[in-house]
């Protein structure tokens, strides 16, 4: 199982970002997705999954984060709206067959650095 995480980058408070994380080696439509993220000092912090159609969010993404998935692509979304300083972190995706296994398998991280 491999997965390639992008789209991080630099952006401004109050902007937006998507990460895309393209997954190969598994049945995808059936695999829990996810996205967790590291910043500096802190311990990594869940936020956000999809199993099937079912989205999960961690506390920090509720009402500014969408996941998504595209089966066809084999392709996972996060959309990140209204970004603050504090979304600074290493983004990672992580996938597994159920959502309780979903940290099997890390893709290698994207960076989202937001300015204030």
């Known amino acids: 199982v491999q997965l390639q995480a992008s789209g991080g980058g630099l952006v401004q408070a109050g902007g937006y970002l998507r990460l895309s994380c393209a997954a190969s080696g598994l049945t995808f439509n059936s695999y829990a997705l996810g996205w967790f993220r590291q910043a500096p000092g802190k311990e990594r912090e869940f936020v956000a999954a999809i199993k099937w159609s079912v989205v999960y969010y961690g506390d920090s993404a509720k009402g500014r984060f969408t996941i998504s998935r595209d089966n066809d692509k084999n392709t996972v979304y996060l959309q990140m709206n209204s970004l603050k300083p504090e979304d600074t972190a290493v983004y990672h995706c992580?996938?597994?067959?159920?959502?309780?296994?979903?940290?099997?398998?890390w893709g290698q991280g994207t960076q989202v650095t937001v300015s204030s």
């Open positions: 992580a996938t597994g067959d159920r959502l309780a296994t979903l940290g099997d398998y």
